[in-house]
């Protein structure tokens, strides 16, 4: 079975810091991708990539940068976290494209 | 952007009955995939069915697509308390595409 583990489950951090979220998947996926979700919103995504040291923007980029510098590890940025950013970030990949994604169990950021 | 559309927001129902929940959607798809999430967890891959699909079972599950009318439904039977869950459809945007744009979901409540 395909796991992808996000680091925290639970995150606290306060305005202005530079805020970590790491992905790992263990299965060799071209794929991942980084979503919010919000009560009423859904899920939205930030960013993706398709290959090593490749990303694209989603829907909803700006506040936000990504790194992949191995396969199966992708990470999200906060430049510098805002309070607008408290949400549950869920990362997920997949094997090639519009295929099925597998989800991590997501981090629930607080930005006080 | 918004793709997908679940309806209705929320479904509750007594243990044992189905449950239907349908998702309608805007521009032409490849595929058409549907998730569930339970509480505080990341989301669950359960089905995908191709647009030259009309009906997909897996277990308890039965899914169906019209593209003519731009809307899937999915039919849960004979629901358990398990079953108690967010359900998301999910579509691509059509050929080359990476992304995946999520509906906000259906919020099923299995009374036992």
């Known amino acids: 079975d395909v796991k992808v583990t996000q680091s925290s489950r639970y995150l606290v951090k306060r305005t202005g810091e530079k805020v970590f979220l790491e992905c790992v998947q263990d299965?060799?996926?071209?794929?991942m991708f980084w979503y919010r979700q919000d009560p009423g919103l859904g899920l939205r995504l930030i960013y993706f990539s398709y290959d090593v040291k490749m990303k694209e923007k989603g829907d909803i980029p700006e506040g936000y940068s990504v790194s992949r510098e191995k396969k199966e590890r992708f990470s999200l940025i906060l430049e510098s976290a805002s309070t607008n950013q408290t949400s549950m970030y869920l990362c997920?990949?997949?094997?090639?494209?519009?295929?099925?994604?597998?989800f991590g169990d997501g981090t629930r950021l607080s930005i006080l | 952007s918004q793709q997908g559309e679940e309806d209705p927001q929320a479904l509750s129902i007594q243990e044992g009955e189905n449950a239907t929940m349908n998702c309608s959607y805007k521009t032409s798809i490849n595929n058409l995939q549907w998730y569930r999430q339970n509480s505080g967890r990341g989301l669950v891959h359960l089905i995908l069915?191709?647009?030259?699909?009309r009906e997909k079972h897996s277990g308890r599950l039965r899914v169906t697509l019209d593209t003519s009318k731009k809307s899937s439904s999915l039919l849960i039977t004979a629901s358990r308390a398990a079953d108690t869950a967010s359900y998301f459809c999910a579509t691509d945007s059509g050929a080359g595409s990476y992304q995946l744009t999520f509906g906000k979901g259906t919020k099923l409540s299995v009374i036992p």
């Open positions: 299965m060799d996926h071209e794929n």
């Open positions: 997920a990949s997949s094997l090639t494209r519009a295929q099925p994604q597998h």
């Open positions: 069915i191709r647009s030259n699909e």
